[in-house]
């Protein structure tokens, strides 16, 4: 019999305490992002905690890709937000509520962590009134099939590695169908071009998984007094959980999206707040930023029917139409063609440059089951609203946008990096769960030698030493021609 009911402390606040409104409007959120291809098991996610106002829509991007997953335990991670506790505080209520309903605590989990450190400890009153756990659970209620459990964990503020022993607990105890999920905001009130440049280099550390470098780079910018920067991570020890389980475990990462309150239609840009949404999985990661990949798929019949330049003309459109369309009026447009060779599946990036300089660039190396065309169009989206490196593109911004497009041959594998031909091949370098991509052209636009080039690549994008592509044995290469178009 539930009795002991962890009641809402931030309905009303953070987001809508009425059923129906809150319903429609997480609906809402997650209507606006795309589902993305993501292979392998979902371990755990990354998400902001702030009112729904500011952060759900970069919570989306992860909840999205749950959505109709059937979970059995959802283990909910922050630092303690409105109490000051040494250890590690595991709620043991009965169950908490939301105005969707009530979500019944595992206990037995529960009581297997605390039995496990003597660090993790029961603690009720620590939850009760924090909310960065408790604005998970009306996306959890909407996104995953009725039936889970959760294990609610706070963080003190005592002991920095603290994290460990989390760490360990949980990866003794996660069954095979449970979920983490992390609750963290980024930067606190720095400006608007300060939080995106702090942001985007915090996430991309923690898709490389190194715990000393994010402690390095938060000691780093503490030094440098940036303007109202007060906290980089306000959930830091979930964050250094999850990375530890990422390299105990052999997930991959990738970032999904980032925005600040700067973005939304009620906050300003002199003093934000930044969220990021990031996902871990089991296998490779399906949808590609420019710095990832994954295996290659068998090689399609493309290089005997190159796109001509009217086929060409009807991709840069699509782009250019489509995100003018979303950035106006946050619309997806429909379109439709005859044309056989843009209904292929391949593989395309999306570039945009404003007055020469990189705007945004996202794709997908491996062709999913959508044409060419859609491909093309999906991903102008994603490249002028989610690339993590650059804030959403504006619309008085979009007639200074340049567009390009680079269709993709199937990857092969090569045993010698000698083999590849600067300005002809788009190179992948992969090694475990790490790996990055370069396409053709940026050997031309940087002007970089082979060797440089192929450095780049092992450091910049894949987070491997700069000398990994001569290491045979352990590091593979792909290489990838495209056939490179712009307006």
């Known amino acids: 019999m539930i009795e002991n009911i962890r009641k809402p402390a931030v309905a009303g606040q953070f987001y809508p305490a009425d059923a129906s409104d809150l319903k429609s409007k997480i609906l809402e959120y ?32 992860a909840y999205k890709q749950l959505e109709g997953k059937k979970i059995e335990n959802v283990i909910i991670i922050c630092n303690s937000h409105s109490s000051f506790f040494s250890d590690i505080a595991i709620d043991d209520s009965d169950a908490w509520e939301t105005p969707l309903g009530q979500v019944e605590v595992n206990r037995e989990l529960v009581k297997k962590l605390a039995d496990s450190n003597s660090e993790i400890v029961l603690n009720s009153i620590a939850h ?18 009725p039936g889970f459990k959760i294990v609610p964990i706070l963080f003190g503020n005592t002991k920095d590695d603290s994290y460990e022993n989390l760490a360990e607990a949980l990866k003794n105890n996660l069954g095979e169908n449970d979920l983490v999920v992390i609750s963290t905001d980024m930067s606190h009130y720095p400006n608007y071009e300060d939080a995106n440049l702090i942001d985007k280099k915090t996430l991309e ?47 991959q990462s990738e970032v999904l999206g980032y925005k600040n309150s700067g973005d939304s239609l009620y906050g300003d840009k002199e003093s934000v707040v930044g969220y990021g949404a990031v996902v871990f999985v089991l296998q490779n990661v399906g ?88 491909v093309v169009r999906d991903m102008a989206i994603e490249a002028a609203t989610d690339d993590p490196r650059f ?46 991509v370069f396409l053709p052209q940026v050997a031309d636009e940087t ?41």
């Open 30 to 61: 997650l209507d606006k992002v795309s589902k993305q291809e993501i292979e392998g098991e979902i371990k755990a996610i990354l998400v902001p905690h702030a009112g729904y106002d500011f952060s759900a829509p970069v919570s989306a991007y």
């Open 391 to 436: 804030s959403p593109v504006s619309e008085s911004e979009l007639g200074n946008l340049d567009y390009e497009i680079s269709v993709l041959s199937a990857p092969e594998k090569i045993d010698d990096w000698k083999k590849i031909e600067l300005g002809k091949h788009g190179v992948i370098v992969k090694k475990g769960y790490n790996s990055g």
């Open 447 to 487: 002007g970089w030698n082979l060797e440089k080039f192929l450095s780049e690549l092992c450091f910049q994008k894949a987070g491997l030493p700069s000398d990994c592509y001569k290491n045979n044995k352990d590091v593979e290469l792909y290489i990838f021609s495209a056939q490179v178009f712009g307006d």
């Open 287 to 374: 949808h590609l930023s420019a710095g990832s990949s994954r295996q290659p798929a068998s090689r399609l019949p493309q290089d005997d029917k190159q796109l001509n330049q009217d086929q060409k003309n009807i991709l840069l459109n699509i782009a250019k139409d489509t995100v003018e369309s979303f950035v106006k009026t946050g619309k997806i447009p429909d379109f439709s063609t005859t044309d056989e060779r843009l209904n292929w599946k391949e593989g395309v990036f999306v570039t945009l440059h404003e007055n020469g300089n990189l705007r945004g660039c996202i794709g997908q190396i491996i062709p999913s089951k959508d044409p060419l065309w859609q």
């Open 205 to 251: 550390i923690i898709n490389t998984g190194s715990v000393e470098d994010l402690e390095k780079n938060i000691r780093e910018i503490e030094q440098k007094n940036i303007s109202n920067e007060e906290i980089l991570l306000c959930g830091v020890d979930g964050a250094k959980t999850v990375m530890k389980l990422k390299g105990d475990l052999e997930w």
């Open 128 to 145: 009760e009134s924090d909310h960065t756990l408790e604005v998970q659970l009306p996306f959890l209620q909407v996104a995953l099939k």
